[in-house]
């Protein structure tokens, strides 16, 4: 009930506040509730998620963005979208997939060269340290084009992506071992591991799933596959995974839902898939010795090199017990270990019970060979009473299970009722049910996949939306639900629309935990991250040709890009480099060139690079795609590219505009009128203890900057004055003019920001 007696303080709160300010028409809280037809209740679960203008989110979840190959970033509680991460997929946004440095991520782990525009992306996993997210990596698998990514939390760039040397499709995955010592992603389709045809006859034989352990250095933040190993698995379409911990430390869980092997085929009469593949009253759960395998692996002792990567045969498995098998409900789901590593849980999709194993028991099973018998290929069967505790009644097509931060407390996603059940895994006990909209696939509480998750919130990711929202056609957006978890009962808060999907899987780390930068070191290539061989500094802009191309050294600054004019010949082939000068936060600016295909993103600090040949004699208009400053649009230039033996005719460029003495001098006097204004700001600065803000000290930083630049174009403005050249003396004036502006612009900025956040006056010297 306290939730209530916030509420009416809250009801009374703002009458206070209406009473006194109805003079000026304000409306009261009851006002807007009866005009917009809100309940106590809505307005209490709008005070649980609204964020002031300028608030901070507790948490932020990485959605999987499904079949648009993205992760998709929002805050909780406050369901706000913050970004979109392109990982299989371009995102000209980001330049992603369109400057050189992340094509080259882009194209890692295509199959054959070929070059792969999407993919569907499933389960993101944070990496951990001890089973706890250590906000450092985001690791996301692509369920068609079996690979994994690695996205930088620092950065929020992908950075790596390995594609799979055994499988056709990876379902399982990514899931994470407690020290993030390896990244799990099982196979989900059978195929031949080969990669030639083999006829469906040979299904048993030929046809193999399995379990990829993805080796990974936290240093380097690099998968390393050839220190990676699989297990070579029977076609029984691996599904799920989660990595043990603690007490099932150095073990790993993968399910399976057709051990039926079953190939389809209706065109020839046959019963179709979800016949024969729902057939047995279970499947197998496959419990494999990660930690073993490895120091076998890496001493020699088994594997074997196959397509390039260490494949571990069933046999090599069975005879050193590295993998073991239980039976599990019909056509399972997920299968999630509990916190403390003790617990697995398991939910079959056509069982309306969710089945409980217990570590202890499948452990003490395997430490006393205890086996019910094997299957076709040779792996022992843990029977299910010696690994079962208990099956719990839950509902009707139970998919996923989310741990809570109270002890044995679980959330599990029940797919055909539309509904959250909440239970005890260790009295067996339902506790509450709570209907979502609609057809709810996986859920997820707070830091849930963690060792210690912290409850508070639920976030269900419903598959369908139905009716939820505005019709926007037939193609729908995905909805997620918001649920406060923190009391004894459930309550469904918001639905938050995600118009890209289909988001399968989301994972929810406390903000706190990251600490991403705001700029880059100067000429960074942030997908390779480290300095880049093309970075270029003001004032050093060129243009070299070697070995048969252009290349182009540019800079990008409010508000020009350097060269301004880029000349080169039909069939050359040109290469833009392109380094952000600017240090000032949130200052990235976008290159475009018409026709190109181009369309690069340069955050301050990145040097980015676009390579094409330019085929087409012609005007080729390139600009700034970012809206950076208030001559954003003047940011621009041309490339121009000539027919070959182009002969330039003699011709001066003609301006549209004639300058005299007197317009020089006018802009002159406005300069100096300028330089007042910016003196009092530098004035205002310095005599404030403006040092004690980080954020103040980059704004100045970046307004002497542009004072430095001022001062180059004063003097280029004052040459030509001397020789009489008052049309150049005029325009230099005027971009010195410029310079001022940007520099009174942030010096303003950080005087507010003192202003706003107590500075005080400081002894001057
Ligand atoms: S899936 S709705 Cu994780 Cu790909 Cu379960
Ligand atoms: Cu830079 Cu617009």
Redesign the pocket.
């Given at each position: 009930m306290k939730l209530k007696r916030f509420s009416s303080v809250l009801l009374g709160l703002s009458l206070g506040a209406s009473l006194a300010t109805s003079a000026m028409a304000e409306q009261s809280l009851q006002d807007v509730m009866k005009a917009r037809g809100l309940t106590e209740k809505d307005v209490l679960s709008a005070a649980k998620i609204y964020t002031p203008t300028g608030g901070r989110d507790e948490y932020l979840a990485f959605s999987s963005g499904g079949q648009s190959g993205h992760v998709i970033v929002y805050g909780i509680p406050s369901m706000r979208i913050l970004k979109y991460i392109g990982v299989f997929t371009p995102e000209p946004w980001q330049g992603y997939g369109f400057d050189d440095e992340s094509k080259a991520v882009l194209r890692q782990g295509g199959n054959d060269d070929m070059e792969i525009q999407w993919g569907d992306t499933h389960h993101p996993a944070f990496s951990e340290t001890e089973g706890e997210y250590n906000g450092k990596y985001l690791f996301i698998n692509d369920k068609a084009n079996p690979r994994i990514a690695v996205i930088d939390l620092h950065d929020f760039e992908t950075k790596q992506i390995v594609g799979n040397p055994f499988f056709k499709s990876t379902h399982g995955g990514a899931f994470v071992t407690p020290n993030t010592e390896y990244v799990m992603d099982a196979a989900q389709y059978a195929a031949p591991i080969s990669n030639d045809f083999v006829p469906l006859s040979e299904f048993n034989d030929k046809y193999r799933g399995g379990l990829t352990y993805w080796k990974f250095d936290m240093k380097k933040g690099k998968i390393q596959p050839e220190k990676s190993f699989t297990f070579e698995m029977p076609p029984y379409s691996q599904d799920l995974s989660d990595a043990g911990k603690f007490v099932s430390m150095g073990w790993g869980f993968t399910n399976s839902f057709c051990s039926e092997r079953y190939v389809g085929g209706v065109e020839k009469g046959r019963p179709p898939f979800e016949a024969g593949c729902s057939q047995k009253d279970t499947d197998f759960l496959h419990v494999t010795n990660w930690q073993k395998a490895a120091e076998l692996v890496n001493s020699g002792k088994i594997g074997s090199k196959v397509n390039g990567s260490t494949l571990i045969s069933i046999d090599e498995a069975v005879a050193n017990d590295l993998m073991f098998l239980v039976p599990e409900p019909k056509s399972p789901h997920g299968v999630d270990v509990s916190p403390d590593g003790s617990h697995i849980i398991v939910s079959g999709k056509l069982d309306s019970h969710t089945w409980v194993y217990g570590w202890d028991k499948i452990k003490n099973a395997i430490d006393n060979k205890k086996f019910e018998g094997t299957d076709d290929y040779g792996i022992p069967i843990i029977a299910m009473k010696d690994a079962l505790k208990t099956q719990v009644q839950v509902g009707l097509g139970p998919l996923h299970t989310q741990y809570d931060s109270k002890e044995c407390v679980v959330y599990t996603s029940i797919y055909v009722d539309s509904m959250v059940t909440k239970w005890n895994y260790c009295t067996g006990k339902v506790l509450d049910q709570l209907h979502i909209h609609y057809n709810i696939g996986h859920l997820m509480s707070m830091e849930g996949d963690s060792a210690s998750p912290d409850g508070k919130y639920l976030v269900a990711l419903n598959k369908l939306a139905i009716d939820r929202f505005n019709p926007v056609g037939p193609l729908h957006p995905q909805n997620h639900q918001l649920i406060d978890i923190s009391g004894d009962k459930m309550k469904l808060v918001a639905d938050m629309p995600i118009p890209l999907g289909e988001p399968h899987y989301v994972a929810a780390i406390k903000a706190d935990k990251l600490k991403p930068v705001v700029r880059y070191k100067s000429g960074w290539d942030s997908r390779a991250d480290k300095r880049s061989p093309y970075k270029t500094r003001a004032g050093r802009e060129k243009v070299v040709r070697k070995d048969g191309v252009v290349h182009v050294y540019g800079t990008?600054i409010?508000?020009h890009i350097t060269p301004e004019i880029i000349e080169v010949e039909e069939g050359e082939t040109v290469s833009i480099h392109l380094t952000n000068l600017e240090r000032a936060q949130d200052e990235t600016?976008?290159f475009a060139i018409y026709d190109e295909n181009v369309q690069l993103s340069i955050e301050p600090g990145k040097t980015v690079s676009t390579t094409f040949v330019a085929e087409k004699p012609g005007v080729y208009p390139y600009y700034?795609?970012?809206?950076?400053?208030a001559l954003?649009l003047e940011?621009q230039g041309y490339l121009l590219v000539k027919p070959k033996g182009y002969v330039a005719k003699e011709g001066k460029i003609q301006e549209g505009q004639a300058y005299t003495k007197a317009d020089y001098n006018k802009q002159v006097k406005t300069n100096t009128d300028t330089q007042a204004v910016i003196n009092s700001v530098v004035g205002f600065i310095t005599s404030h203890n403006y040092k004690d803000f980080p954020e103040v000290v980059a704004l100045v930083e970046d307004a002497t900057d542009q004072l430095g630049f001022a001062d180059g174009a004063k003097k280029k403005s004052e040459a030509f004055a001397a020789d009489g050249d008052y049309q150049n003396a005029t325009l230099w004036a005027g971009q010195h003019w410029q310079y001022q502006v940007k520099t009174a612009d942030m010096g303003l900025r950080a005087k507010t920001f003192l202003e706003e956040h107590g500075a005080v006056k400081v002894e001057s010297k």
């Open positions: 990008v409010r508000s600016h976008g700034c795609t970012e809206f950076c400053s954003h940011m």
